[in-house]
């Protein structure tokens, strides 16, 4: 009998003795794993699918693993946790802003990582698939409605009759923005609302994202733009007129 996919966690690390201490942390909580050494490896597993997160070491010997991440976040929105040596706070950064859900600086304790990895797959339901077929499920036609509609079902944002392709961190900010439309969220509440790990993750990822989520509304509509920056405070929806 196939293990459930919620429970089917991909390794991509090359030190052979740090897999085995995470490999060794994660069966003891239940979870089942597939160890690659190599980036390339790695993506191949992923390509086949079955698998609910991704534990990714930044430095791969054939490839770095932010631009791993990077070609994976074309197709796929699987949770993904980076191992890296580096603590400086930039590639901090980077890691969490090409869309990762978490960063673990070596050393590390692996039930810790353990830890963390239940606390995201608790909170993120990603469907398992393969690479090439992420993008394939069509989405509900879209309604005349003006403005914002959140199908909660399906997971997606409508505006202006469109739907919105969104990574999940963007569908998360813009549904609380769009469910208190009057209300002023600070940086520190949207983090605490919308990231897996809120407390290891940076309040600049928000800029980030709000520029994202701009960016595909005014793709939708230019002359528009409903998200409010509050100088000093954080970030709010436009009331509609």
């Not at 191992?83 to 969490?96: F, K, N, P, Q, W």
């Not at 398992?128 to 909660?152: E, H, M, N, Y």
């Not at 963007?170 to 969220?185: C, D, G, N, S």
């Not at 409903?226 to 405070?233: A, E, L, M, S, Y």
Request: proline share 6%.
């Amino acid at each position: 009998m196939p293990e459930p996919i919620q429970r089917c966690i991909l390794i991509v690390e090359d030190e052979q003795a740090i897999a085995d201490t995470l490999i060794y942390a994660l069966r003891t909580e239940g979870f089942v794993t597939e160890h690659c050494l190599l980036g390339r490896d790695g993506l191949a597993a992923l390509g086949r699918g079955g698998f609910a997160l991704l534990i990714l070491d930044v430095g791969l010997p054939d490839m770095n693993g932010f631009d791993l991440c990077r070609e994976i976040r074309r197709e796929s929105e699987i949770p993904v946790i980076f191992l890296t040596a580096r603590s400086a706070e930039i590639d901090r950064i980077v890691g969490l802003e090409i869309g990762a859900d978490d960063y673990v600086v070596k050393p590390f304790s692996p039930r810790e990582v353990a830890a963390r990895v239940r606390t995201i797959l608790r909170r993120v339901h990603v469907p398992s698939v393969a690479l090439s077929d992420a993008k394939s499920d069509q989405a509900p036609a879209p309604t005349s409605d003006p403005g914002f509609r959140i199908d909660d079902d399906a997971q997606c944002i409508y505006f202006q009759g469109q739907v919105l392709a969104l990574t999940r961190y963007e569908y998360l900010l813009l549904k609380t923005l769009i469910e208190a439309p009057r209300r002023i969220f600070s940086r520190e509440q949207l983090m605490q609302r919308v990231w897996v790990a809120p407390d290891h993750s940076l309040e600049r990822t928000v800029d980030t994202h709000i520029k994202t989520l701009r960016a595909k509304l005014k793709a939708v509509d230019p002359a528009s733009d409903p998200i409010v920056t509050h100088r000093g405070i954080g970030y709010g929806l436009r009331g509609r007129r």
